[in-house]
């Protein structure tokens, strides 16, 4: 389903798993990252640098070992699964890789939408 604007609202999931999907900050970076590479492969390697760089916010190539392997190892033994299961993104366990799904498009952009929609109110810890 696209709206006026041109952005797809429908999500093909049920509600209670898109909420899952996006519960969590590193399954929401999942869902952004490979909405960003289009219909091409993506590692899991490559998007664990992507978000421990954003967690630690550096730059990429500044990531340390420690930092992408804690990444890394949260995504592979659960966030990558959950995401696959509920079909917001296909994850090959074998070779570690994450492709969209019909799904993912239209997750990223709510996530987007919310993401820019959100502010913290003044005097907010």
Do not use: W
Request: charged share 25%; aromatic share 4%.
């Amino acid at each position: 389903m696209t709206g006026s604007d041109g952005i797809a609202h429908g999500i093909p999931l049920d509600p209670d798993d898109v909420f899952q999907a996006v519960s969590n900050s590193r399954r929401r970076q999942v869902i952004l990252s490979v909405d960003r590479s289009g219909d091409t492969t993506i590692s899991a390697g490559d998007v664990a640098v992507e978000i421990a760089a954003q967690e630690n916010i550096v730059d990429p190539s500044q990531v340390t070992s420690e930092q992408r392997t804690r990444v890394y190892i949260s995504l592979i033994q659960g966030h990558l699964d959950t995401l696959d299961e509920i079909g917001a993104v296909d994850y090959d366990d074998r070779s570690k890789t994450i492709q969209p799904t019909a799904a993912t498009e239209p997750l990223a952009d709510h996530i987007r939408r919310i993401t820019t929609a959100c502010y913290k109110p003044d005097g907010d810890a």
